[in-house]
């Protein structure tokens, strides 16, 4: 019963520090922090997605990139129409209104994983890894020989998206849009991995022999939580271009993907909010190691590899046994 | 009458390998049908078939009279048709109630819900605990799967498999590594549910298979040498020479 109240008074606290980030970081003098944090939420956004097949369902996905890079790449594309004047295909008008880019990358980067996720799925175990590796790695090369589209230098987007009512261009409201954002995503998320689609994805995972014999059609399935998973790195994709006003094939790069799985491991694999908390170490990391040395991902190895050996379920499940919640 | 089970000239080939060779097979309704071999005779092989796991190179398949041979595998289940493991194969990381409530769930139809809380649905919880009831695994709901003994995990196993709703139940050596006690209630289970369910029974417990079957048929190197009743199967010398005679000398 103890525990059953103080998982939400946790996440209560968690989220009102987070609305009290951004008024903190200024009074304190580190304006930094409130961008620190908006890539935190993002990338969390892409990493949770990830893991919902990943983590859940067991699908290692080595392409998750394209999705996140596709969402990007609608955002500047939309933005390069808008502010040329010039439809793209000749009648799809471009816009800079996150009211509509937003639900635009959620469709584009749906399909792409229901195209790139019904063939991948035909394999499985390794195979299904190289082959999601291997649909993200064209999406990088296309995009790079894209010369339409700024090519390998990527596509500058001037201004952020804009939402009507918000000053779009002010660092703290960008952060609040995101912090939102990422909490309808996590309420939606964690509705559907509790649900009936979510309980065949668990099953699915343990043994799809047994979800077989009790008569599932796994493949289905399977897709469906691809595409989900496609379309949440595609809204993370898309927050990040407006975040950084700049869409790259960075983004589509197969490190990329390495990335976001490295989080995922960080923070635990297979928990709503591991993901989000392994963003978190990573970004932070990444900075402090970043300032000290040029290497940094030589130490952020080291630390990946203690965290892999030792907790037993990533940063989550270390924080829980260290806070006495024993399983 | 029709019978539940029905099949026809089925052949598997495992390249120069006759797995299954010309099986002719039928089980009527309410009948408890036995099939026994020598390891190695192809049983799990055909009832993999059945299921339409492997498929098979020749034959045709009825289930109630209905041609099944082409169907995949979540058609047939949801057509009456379910298995149980010899080498159990449950969800590790749920409870034995969320096992048995996830097969009540896919029968009940498509699983595209997003939203409500599966673990919430009293009705699921409710049908699934009653399931455990009759499998005698009732105190044992809100377990791990992974905490099992075999022999549960035998149970749950069964528990699963009629949580589908089957017309015929393919048992695929039920009673393999259970001790004496939980091999007789194991029989006293199956023999309960004889007029709900029919059954093709794969076993080596030659105590269990007399006690149960209605009827028996021998496969020995892929083909069926023998089938009839009981007594019949027991005086059979072509029977006793292949399998039973086997046993005789190892005792």
């Known amino acids: 019963m103890e ?16 609305i009290a980030l951004p008024v903190v970081a200024d009074a304190t003098g580190y304006a930094a922090l409130t961008s620190l944090a908006t890539r935190v939420l993002i990338y969390g956004i892409a990493a949770a997605s990830l893991n919902f097949v990943l983590g859940y369902g067991g699908m290692v996905s080595f392409g998750h990139a394209a999705f996140f890079g596709i969402g990007g790449y609608v955002v500047g594309i939309l933005y390069q129409h808008y502010s040329l004047g010039e439809p793209l295909f000749g009648f799809i008008s471009g816009t800079n209104q996150l009211l509509i880019t937003i639900p635009v990358a959620l469709v584009v980067s749906g399909l792409m994983a229901a195209l790139i996720g019904a063939l991948s799925l035909r394999t499985g175990g390794v195979q299904f890894i190289m082959i999601t590796l291997a649909f993200a ?31 779009m261009r002010d660092k703290q409201t960008v952060y609040y849009v995101c912090l939102a954002i990422t ?36 493949y289905r399935y399977k897709l469906m939580a691809f595409v989900i998973s496609g379309m949440g790195c595609g809204l993370a994709g898309a927050l990040m271009a407006n975040f950084l ?51 940094w991902q030589l130490g952020l190895g080291l630390i990946l590899l203690f965290v892999v050996l030792y907790t037993q379920g990533g940063v989550q499940a270390l924080g829980a046994r260290m806070f006495g919640r024993r399983a | 009458m029709t019978p539940v089970l029905n099949v026809q000239g089925m052949v598997k080939r495992f ?18 049908h036995a099939l026994i071999g020598p390891n190695g005779a192809g049983k799990t092989t055909l009832i993999s078939q059945l299921m339409g796991e492997l498929k098979q190179n020749e034959g045709t398949i009825e289930l109630d009279g209905q041609p099944i041979t082409t169907l995949p595998t979540a058609k047939r289940v949801s057509m009456g048709l379910a298995r149980t493991f ?6 590790p990381d749920y409870t034995v109630l969320d096992n048995v409530a996830i097969a009540i769930q896919v029968r009940q139809g498509h699983s595209f819900r997003f939203w409500g809380n599966v673990r919430h649905e009293a009705g699921l919880r409710e049908d699934a605990r009653s399931y455990l009831a009759g499998a005698g695994l009732a105190d044992r709901a809100d377990e791990l799967v992974a905490n099992l003994s075999h022999g549960e995990q035998k149970q749950l ?43 093709l029974l794969v076993e080596h417990d030659m105590e269990a298979v007399f006690a149960l079957a209605d009827r028996i048929s021998v496969l020995v190197y892929g083909r069926i040498i023998a089938t009839g009743s009981v007594d019949e199967i027991r005086d059979n010398p072509e029977v006793r020479t292949a399998y039973l005679g086997e046993g005789d000398e190892l005792c």
């Open chain 1, 245 to 295: 006003r700049y869409a790259s094939p960075d983004m589509i790069h197969w490190t990329k993907s390495g990335e976001l799985m490295v989080m995922v491991i960080l923070g635990g694999v297979g928990t709503l909010f591991g993901p989000l908390l392994g963003a978190a170490v990573f970004i932070v990391l990444e900075s402090i190691l970043a300032s000290w040395t040029e290497n």
């Open chain 2, 86 to 91: 010899q080498i159990t194969c449950l969800l």
């Open chain 2, 157 to 199: 196993e069964l528990a699963v498999a009629l949580a589908t709703k089957p017309r015929l139940l393919l048992l695929d050596e039920p009673m393999a590594g259970l001790g004496h006690l939980e091999s007789q209630q194991m029989i006293e289970m199956l023999r309960g549910l004889k007029n709900q369910v029919s059954m």
């Open chain 1, 183 to 218: 909490v309808l995503f996590f309420v939606i998320l964690w509705r559907i991995v509790n649900s009936r689609f979510g309980n065949v994805i668990v099953g699915l995972r343990q043994s799809e022999k047994r979800m077989a014999a009790i008569g599932l059609p796994a």
């Open chain 1, 137 to 167: 790695q064209m999406l990088f090369f296309l995009f790079v020989s894209l010369k339409t589209y700024g090519g390998d230098d990527g596509l500058i987007i001037r201004r952020a998206n804009e939402l009507p009512g918000l000053n």
């Open chain 2, 15 to 32: 390249g120069g390998l006759l797995a299954t060779d010309h099986v002719d097979l039928t089980v009527k309704p309410g009948e408890i």
């Open chain 1, 3 to 18: 525990k059953s109240l103080k998982r939400p008074a946790l996440l209560a606290g968690v989220l009102i520090a987070l």
